[in-house]
């Protein structure tokens, strides 16, 4: 199980800037780990591809957002390759529950998890 506390963004207008929020505090491991590397593996197959979302539920990740966030009405995991090696990443994509608001995490490379 990989835990990470890495940076947080809001973004308030579609075609606007993001904000940033702070940490956000989440847990991959297990079925979650598996789903993802299956992806990056469909990616790396499959060129007509350019990412995938991979639906996980807020539970399993023991998901802990900055106070300014409050809670997520949900959430999943985008995955896509970089453009340089295609090496799979991923991010937390989720909507703010007060309010929809876009949030999202910076990405993390998948073959770094533990």
């Not at 297990?30 to 993802?36: A, S, Y």
């Not at 790396?44 to 997520?72: A, H």
Request: aromatic share 8%; net charge negative; hydrophobic share 35%.
């Amino acid at each position: 199980m990989s835990s990470f506390e890495i940076e947080s963004w809001c973004k308030p207008d579609p075609q606007g800037k993001s904000l940033p929020m702070g940490l956000i505090h989440f847990y991959i491991g297990g079925e979650n780990r598996l789903k993802l590397e299956e992806a990056e593996e469909r990616l790396q197959n499959d060129e007509r591809l350019t990412e995938l979302r991979v639906e996980v539920d807020q539970g399993s990740l023991e998901l802990v957002t900055p106070p300014e966030c409050g809670p997520l009405a949900d959430c999943y995991l985008r995955v896509y390759l970089r453009p340089d090696d295609r090496r799979g990443q991923f991010h937390l994509i989720g909507h703010r529950a007060s309010d929809g608001i876009l949030i999202y995490s910076n990405a993390v490379l998948i073959d770094g998890l533990m």
